[in-house]
């Protein structure tokens, strides 16, 4: 089983639809969690961190489940520029050191 | 203030050849780390640094070398390249530990032929 699952994608979603991704980790001893977002081509850049009590910013919404170690985020009125691929990351203790695991990604095409 | 900054943003290497991989950040950031990103795969982590002159082996560390003598600077070196490095790497900082935010440098996309 691989220590962050996504599911790859694409989603191809109009403008203005509300689209939602998930995300499954391995490791229940995680702490810290993430959502970062890919352009193509480009490099990763931190969307937002996932709280225990879920986090909102904008039309972005995070929510973390530690009973089914499941995060998600949810994209509510897609713009066009919401296109990208957006990473799932989670930290564990592994091979003798704190380290963040990127999930592969699930890409997201808003279309008009 | 340009965050992390990556050179050369492509190169094409023969099998067997060597490079370095600059990066540097103006952030004053302790924590420091290489990744290569394959496609269709999640970033995987090569080397990573908590302070200048202190390095440690990631998950994928055959094949290539750091050093740290600054805290500005994190270059990768790869000695007698191979198909398998063919790949996007990226470098990254922190302020602090594995869980806070990574700043990530542009990339540099290697082909080894």
Request: aromatic share 12%; charged share 15%.
């Amino acid at each position: 089983r691989k220590e962050v699952e996504q599911d790859p994608g694409p989603f191809n979603v109009p403008e203005g639809a509300t689209v939602a991704f998930n995300c499954t980790y391995s490791n229940s001893a995680s702490q810290s969690f993430f959502w970062y977002r890919q352009d193509c081509r480009k490099e990763p850049k931190l969307l937002m961190s996932v709280y225990s009590s879920g986090n909102e910013d904008g039309r972005f919404t995070a929510q973390l489940n530690r009973a089914s170690q499941y995060i998600s985020l949810l994209i509510r009125d897609s713009k066009l520029s919401d296109s990208a691929t957006y990473l799932c990351v989670v930290n564990a203790f592994s091979g003798g050191y704190n380290k963040l695991i990127f999930g592969a990604g699930t890409r997201l095409a808003v279309h008009p | 203030n340009a965050g992390v900054t990556q050179t050369p943003k492509f190169r094409i290497l023969k099998i067997g050849q060597s490079m370095t991989l600059q990066c540097t950040q103006d952030m004053n950031h302790n924590y420091m780390y290489w990744y290569r990103q394959d496609p269709g795969m999640g970033l995987k982590l090569i080397y990573y640094s908590v302070g200048a002159g202190i390095t440690d082996k990631g998950e994928v560390p055959n094949g290539y070398n750091v050093s740290r003598s600054t805290t500005e600077d994190f270059p990768l070196r790869l000695e007698l390249a191979a198909p398998s490095q063919t790949s996007v790497y990226f470098c990254a900082s922190s302020l602090a530990a594995f869980s806070y935010e990574q700043y990530f440098g542009p990339g540099t996309r290697l082909t080894v032929t």
